[in-house]
């Protein structure tokens, strides 16, 4: 029974994140919320395809906005003039 727990949660072969954009389509009907209910469904069954979950994909990005170096010390603790 504990053994599924860490994996994320599925509705058939979608992720169930990827299923809340559709869930707003559903509410609400036009081709507005269609067309982001599409593209949303579409964003998530990608990165699932590439094995990461949406928290994975944010850390990537601000991987990838900051940069490799990360220092050890944070800004406020660092001593500028010692």
Do not use: H
């Not at 994140?17 to 509410?27: E, G």
């Not at 490799?68 to 500028?80: C, S, T």
């Amino acid at each position: 029974m504990w053994r599924y727990t860490s994996l994320p949660v599925r509705v058939a072969i979608l992720d169930a994140r990827a299923c809340i954009p559709m869930l707003v389509y559903v509410v609400y009907w036009s081709w507005t919320t269609a067309s982001i209910a599409i593209a949303g469904t579409l964003f998530f069954t990608v990165i699932s395809w590439f094995g990461l979950t949406l928290p994975a994909v944010f850390r990537v990005v601000r991987r990838w906005l900051v940069g490799r170096v990360r220092p050890a010390v944070p800004a406020w603790q660092r001593r500028r003039l010692a």
